[in-house]
């Protein structure tokens, strides 16, 4: 305290009183804020698929190449091409689908995936944005539901039943050695018919 006190006498008096002006100052100033927290974006809609299957355009496609924005943040143009058409387009088509940008849209789609598109026209615009997600990731799940909404279009496939040849050696010997045998029981039993032929001829 005193080697304070000594410092301070040999300060001038309009040096000491701007010294003590600055340090009320700093004393006096408020902390400094502390940032605002990011507010997480209200919780997205769930995906109804009853409500989705009412857009005019329905259909499951494969994206064929990468999204092209127009501006930063801007519509997203896909290039898809539908692999199995449900309602307002023809199957084989090839499209551009755009994705417009929000919290409830998905962010990108990848190529050579298939996703199903639940879209509408406006002017020369297919656009799959919408208040709830306009485009869904193909799942079997989806798949079940889908096939519930459009039972004639989707279809379980019909299991194809064929024969062949046996590839094995052991398989083929097996056929040829039977393949001559039933000749002969062929050949037996037509004998036998003529024998009971002509057995009844004699003893008429």
């Given at each position: 305290m005193t080697g304070l006190i000594f410092a301070m006498r040999r300060v001038p008096p309009f040096l000491l009183a701007v010294a003590m002006v600055a340090l009320a100052i700093v004393t006096m100033s408020p902390a400094p804020a502390t940032a605002e927290p990011v507010t997480a974006p209200a919780k997205c809609p769930a995906f109804v698929l009853s409500d989705a299957v009412k857009e005019p355009m329905v259909?499951?496609?494969r994206v064929?190449?990468?999204?092209?924005?127009?501006?930063?943040?801007?519509?997203?143009?896909?290039?898809?091409t539908v692999v199995k058409a449900l309602k307002g387009?023809?199957?084989g088509s090839k499209l551009q689908v755009t994705l417009n940008p929000g919290v409830c849209q998905l962010k990108s789609l990848s190529a050579t995936e298939d996703y199903y598109f639940f879209v509408q026209k406006k002017g020369d615009t297919i656009l799959a944005?919408?208040?709830?997600?306009?485009?869904?990731?193909?799942?079997?799940?989806?798949?079940?539901?889908?096939?519930?909404?459009?039972?004639?279009a989707i279809a379980p496939a019909p299991q194809?039943?064929?024969f062949s040849e046996p590839a094995s050696p052991e398989g083929q010997k097996l056929v040829k050695v039977a393949a001559p045998g039933v000749v002969l029981v062929g050949v037996g039993l037509l004998g036998l018919i003529i024998v009971m032929i002509l057995g009844r001829r004699r003893s008429a």
């Open positions: 259909f499951l496609a064929t190449g990468p999204g092209k924005a127009s501006k930063k943040d801007g519509p997203v143009v896909y290039p898809v387009v023809a199957g944005a919408g208040t709830l997600p306009r485009v869904e990731e193909y799942t079997d799940k989806l798949q079940a539901e889908i096939a519930k909404e459009f039972p004639e194809q039943v064929s």
